[in-house]
């Protein structure tokens, strides 16, 4: 079980059946500029043969089972479309706009029809004629189209274009193959490029023409586990006759599942084939259905799906990635018909382990609150700020790592030593409940125990937690709770003078540089100082619900949560209501910027009356909060002083009441209600025996909850302020390269780690172009992939799932971390810049930061994808007193704008009462 890192230890053999010479023989042809056999392609041939003729020359060239055949070249088709008038016909597609349906299918129909009655080329039926006399016109062949953008590394375009099997002679040989070129332009295809950001124009048609096999069994092999992207499983599916059916979904087909580091059959499935497609003797294909005994049974032996999935091993080992393959048996011998890249699977977190150990990773941006792909410069500096494991200087944290465009963090050092597997876990039970029970299952396994690699020593964690943990003690039994906000404050605003100080005093060409020298010693020099304030916090609420206990009524500990002085948050959230109240105040000015775009509204509000005091108290808010936005960790992302669009929306959602100066009151409350809860708690305490001890205690855990749980978002308000300035620096050089032609736009620098935009200030002539052009179209496809919140070194996305399940039938299960009922209106929010909330609805998100946390003043409710019970959701809304469920999985899918939806805050599930 050592083996990690996937290899065929074994040379794949074909499968143990009595051996028979191939049948099928190539015969020599004459390459022209239409015709390319498959003996003389391979991968490079990309362009002239397509994705399916480039992977069968491959296959070939390296001597693999591949049925011999030809290419018709792109050239072919470049003439079949001369001849129809291509201007006219991309010209149509250009009229399409995206997403329109109709107008697909309608230019669709028309290219279709003017493509049937252009004939195929004299000199390109002659060469076609030519290459199929060379092979053999006694055989049948299949005929299929190749695509120059399909069975690409990130897009397969499978299904797009069409096949014609058991094709036989030269006319139905030619109507097969304009058949196939017609086949670009099929309403799917055409809507597939479209949406995948293929120009019309870039996508060229090849047509593979292949020996017919007629196999007794065929089927697909996936060498990495398509369900759980485990990429040391092998998955086959199987069935009898032609592999069409199975692969359009026609027939059933067993199940064959192998580890690939013992070779052997981990699962199988058997199902019941009612039906095989069979080749027509005259050529097509029929059904044939099935008899009782060969319906139920086994269509491979063990050994033959093992040695199979041994040859896909070497197959997946040549093209350095896993492959989905065609193949098919027929008289005892296997054929590989097909190879593509698996596009659907999700990328394992590079550099790799060093060694074969099994390493376990989780998403960053789920324990952010932000799942959408970081560009460059944005995870170089997150690799950069945190310091475990990251020796001094410059260097990346080397625990964190990439996939997709997102940030993973290497948890396996951690979980190795014995306390980091007792606490971790239950720790992460606070911050996302779905990922603590994956990651617990993950732990457990034999795999998982059985390392070689060194893990994080007990002296190193105690380097870190025990001056954290001397001080939490200190604050949370002999400090005065109530100065910690002043405090903590206090500090962020002393560095944030000296950070600016320290910047203002370098010289231009240095700036950057001291930029990133303050983002490497920032958390180690001083954010690590507010964590104790946090630590306290929690710690006082967590004693509290113990020391209190029976006497207590829960209710009370969590009202005791709320109404808190002092959370930058929530300090921000008060603010946006004052800036409301003040445009409230003129109705000239909330039509103006009720009727206005954001820039706009604000320009003429000087002429306005009221806009005055609007403007004055929107610049001081935007002096202390302007470096916030949404999905703020993502130094890219635009801050309200950049683009004050979603902050107006929110003061516009304000606007929907006329009561002034309700915020403030409604924050009041939340504030009298938890002194009232806490006199409850000590009231309450004193009963039983010990009870004034325990009333001391308890009024003292008050203290301690209600004086630092203010301080948790602290920390990252201070990385906030410095990621600001540093965005500043950054787009000042951005603008100067733009003037000076290094680049075609200023967000095209976010595409260049940090240190590289410091290197390249060193080199005025380094051409920093085309990196930025390939990160730009890795981004593009990034943006498709969904990231999981674990993933192992194998791969492998382990299942999340809740354990409780006593939820009605329909109900989306999720965490609770809200207390209450509510019942209203969904409003579905994916980007808070476009869209306001209402007063009363229920806001439902894939995740928030402290960027959304304005949208929460007019929620009755939240409901959001990821996050627990210290998330920052989940703070807020305990904070506002509204219900809340988070973890709700895919409730953005599940969930739409308009529909009415009970939120279960008490018992953790979300209930969709009406469709729309």
């Known amino acids: 079980m050592a083996r990690r890192h996937l290899r065929a230890d074994k040379q794949?053999?074909?499968?143990?059946?009595?051996?028979?010479?191939?049948?099928?023989?190539?015969?020599?042809?004459?390459?022209?500029?239409?015709?390319?056999?498959?003996?003389?392609?391979?991968?490079?041939?990309?362009?002239?043969?397509?994705?399916?003729?480039?992977?069968?020359?491959?296959?070939?060239?390296?001597?693999?089972?591949?049925?011999?055949?030809?290419?018709?070249?792109?050239?072919?088709?470049?003439?079949?479309?001369?001849?129809?008038?291509?201007?006219?016909?991309?010209?149509?597609?250009?009229?399409?706009?995206?997403?329109?349906?109709?107008?697909?299918?309608?230019?669709?129909?028309?290219?279709?029809?003017?493509?049937?009655?252009?004939?195929?080329?004299?000199?390109?039926?002659?060469?076609?004629?030519?290459?199929?006399?060379?092979?053999?016109?006694?055989?049948?062949?299949?005929?299929?189209?190749?695509?120059?953008?399909?069975?690409?590394?990130?897009?397969?375009?499978?299904?797009?274009?069409?096949?014609?099997?058991?094709?036989?002679?030269?006319?139905?040989?030619?109507?097969?193959?304009?058949?196939?070129?017609?086949?670009?332009?099929?309403?799917?295809a055409i809507l597939y490029r479209m949406q995948n950001g293929f120009n019309h124009r870039d996508v060229s048609l090849a047509v593979v023409v292949q020996q017919m096999v007629f196999p007794d069994v065929s089927g697909i092999l996936f060498t990495a586990d398509p369900v759980t992207n485990h990429r040391g499983i092998a998955s086959i599916d199987a069935s009898y006759g032609l592999g069409e059916a199975l692969v359009s979904g026609l027939v059933s087909a067993d199940l064959y599942k192998i580890d690939k580091r013992s070779w052997q059959v981990v699962e199988t499935q058997i199902a019941d084939k009612q039906l095989a497609i069979r080749p027509s003797p005259d050529g097509g294909t029929f059904q044939?259905?099935?008899?009782?005994?060969?319906?139920?049974?086994?269509?491979?032996?063990?050994?033959?799906?093992?040695?199979?999935?041994?040859?896909g091993a070497s197959i997946e080992a040549h093209y350095g990635r896993p492959q989905d393959i065609e193949w098919a048996m027929a008289d005892e011998q296997l054929y590989l018909l097909q190879?593509?890249?698996?596009?659907?699977?999700?990328?394992?977190?590079?550099?790799?382990?060093?060694?074969?150990?099994?390493?376990?990773?989780?998403?960053?941006?789920?324990?952010?609150?932000?799942?959408?792909?970081?560009?460059?410069?944005?995870?170089?500096?997150?690799?950069?700020?945190?310091?475990?494991?990251?020796?001094?200087?410059?260097?990346?944290?080397?625990?964190?790592?990439?996939?997709?465009?997102?940030?993973?963090?290497?948890?396996?050092?951690?979980?190795?030593n014995h306390l980091g597997h007792r606490m971790f876990p239950k720790a992460m039970t606070l911050a996302d409940p779905l990922t603590a029970a994956a990651l617990q299952r993950v732990i457990s396994r034999t795999e998982f125990k059985q390392r070689a690699a060194p893990a994080v020593k007990i002296y190193q964690l105690a380097q870190i937690l025990l001056p954290v943990l001397w001080q939490t003690l200190l604050l949370l039994w002999r400090q005065q709770p109530e100065t910690g906000v002043t405090a903590a404050s206090g500090f962020i605003e002393a560095y944030d003078a000296q950070a600016q100080q320290q910047l203002a005093a370098a010289p231009d060409h240095l700036r950057l540089q001291t930029a990133q020298h303050l983002i490497s010693r920032v958390f180690p020099d001083y954010a690590m100082?507010?964590?104790?304030?946090?630590?306290?916090?929690?710690?006082?609420?967590?004693?509290?619900?113990?020391?209190?206990?029976?006497h207590a009524d829960p209710a009370d500990i969590t009202a005791v949560q709320r109404g808190l002085s002092g959370n930058v948050t929530t300090d921000m959230d008060l603010r946006v209501g004052d800036l409301a109240d003040a445009a409230r105040r003129s109705p000239e000015l909330v039509y103006c910027l009720l009727t206005h775009d954001p820039q706009t509204a604000l320009d003429t509000a000087v002429t306005l009356p009221g806009g005055a005091e609007f403007l004055a108290a929107w610049q001081s808010f935007i002096h202390e909060y302007g470096m916030r936005g949404p999905s703020e960790i993502d130094i890219s992302r635009p801050r309200w002083r950049d683009d004050p669009a979603s902050l107006i929306q929110v003061v516009i959602g304000n606007l929907q009441t006329d009561e002034i100066g309700g915020h403030r009151r409604h924050h009041q409350q939340l504030v009298?209600?938890?002194?009232?809860?806490?006199?409850?708690?000590?009231?309450?305490?004193?009963?039983?025996?010990?009870?004034?001890?325990?009333?001391?205690?308890?009024?003292?855990?008050?203290?301690?909850?209600?004086?630092?749980?203010?301080?948790?978002?602290?920390?990252?308000?201070?990385?906030?302020?410095?990621?600001?300035?540093?965005?500043?620096?950054?787009?000042?050089?951005?603008?100067?390269?733009?003037?000076?032609?290094?680049?075609?736009?200023?967000?095209?620098?976010?595409?260049?780690?940090?240190?590289?935009?410091?290197?390249?200030?060193?080199?005025?002539?380094?051409?920093?172009r085309p990196c930025i052009d390939q990160r730009q179209a890795d981004m593009a496809r990034y943006r498709q992939m969904r990231p999981p919140r674990l993933i192992t070194s194998d791969g492998e996305i382990p299942p999340t799932q809740y354990a409780n399940v006593n939820i009605p039938p329909g109900a989306l299960p999720g965490s609770p971390v809200s207390a209450g009922v509510i019942e209203g209106l969904a409003h579905v929010i994916l980007d808070p810049t476009k869209e306001a909330l209402q007063k009363g609805e229920i806001l439902v998100a894939p995740f928030t930061d402290p960027g959304w946390t304005p949208l929460f003043i007019n929620a009755a409710g939240l409901v959001l994808e990821v996050g627990g019970l210290m998330t920052h959701g989940s703070v807020v809304a305990r904070e506002y007193g509204i219900p809340a469920v988070v973890g709700v999985v895919d409730a953005t899918s599940h969930i739409r704008t308009g529909q009415r939806i009970r939120v279960q805050g008490d018992l953790g599930y979300v209930e969709v009462l009406n469709e729309i």
Request: with cysteine; hydrophobic share 45%; aromatic share 8%.
């Open 529 to 550: 100082r507010l964590p104790p304030y946090i630590a306290a916090g929690i710690m006082a609420r967590v004693l509290l619900e113990r020391v209190a206990g029976h």
């Open 288 to 311: 044939e259905a099935l008899a009782e005994p060969q319906r139920q049974a086994s269509v491979l032996t063990d050994q033959q799906a093992v040695a199979l999935a041994q040859l």
């Open 672 to 768: 009298a209600e938890a002194e009232a809860a806490a006199a409850r708690l000590i009231q309450g305490a004193q009963r039983g025996i010990g009870g004034r001890i325990r009333m001391a205690v308890v009024r003292r855990l008050v203290r301690a909850a209600r004086g630092y749980l203010p301080i948790r978002e602290h920390p990252k308000f201070m990385l906030i302020r410095l990621l600001g300035h540093t965005r500043q620096i950054i787009l000042e050089i951005a603008d100067q390269w733009v003037a000076d032609g290094r680049i075609r736009h200023r967000d095209d620098i976010w595409h260049l780690e940090l240190h590289e935009v410091v290197d390249a200030l060193a080199n005025p002539l380094e051409d920093v």
């Open 12 to 188: 794949p053999v074909l499968l143990p059946l009595p051996g028979k010479k191939n049948r099928l023989k190539f015969r020599g042809m004459t390459t022209t500029p239409y015709i390319l056999p498959f003996s003389q392609s391979g991968t490079a041939d990309l362009p002239v043969v397509g994705g399916k003729g480039a992977n069968l020359g491959e296959m070939a060239r390296t001597g693999l089972p591949v049925p011999p055949g030809f290419c018709l070249t792109t050239a072919a088709f470049a003439a079949f479309l001369t001849g129809a008038d291509a201007a006219w016909l991309y010209g149509r597609l250009d009229q399409i706009q995206a997403g329109d349906l109709a107008a697909a299918r309608q230019v669709g129909q028309e290219i279709r029809a003017h493509l049937q009655q252009t004939a195929v080329p004299d000199t390109v039926a002659a060469a076609v004629r030519a290459a199929w006399q060379a092979q053999g016109v006694t055989h049948a062949y299949a005929v299929r189209s190749s695509a120059t953008a399909e069975d690409l590394p990130d897009a397969s375009f499978a299904g797009q274009q069409d096949t014609y099997l058991n094709v036989r002679g030269e006319t139905d040989l030619l109507t097969a193959v304009k058949k196939c070129w017609i086949s670009l332009f099929t309403d799917r």
């Open 339 to 416: 190879t593509r890249p698996i596009t659907s699977l999700f990328p394992v977190p590079e550099p790799l382990p060093a060694d074969d150990d099994l390493h376990v990773y989780f998403s960053f941006g789920h324990g952010q609150m932000m799942t959408d792909p970081l560009p460059a410069l944005s995870a170089s500096i997150w690799r950069l700020i945190l310091p475990f494991g990251r020796p001094a200087g410059l260097a990346y944290n080397p625990y964190m790592l990439m996939a997709a465009g997102r940030l993973y963090v290497d948890l396996a050092p951690l979980l190795h």
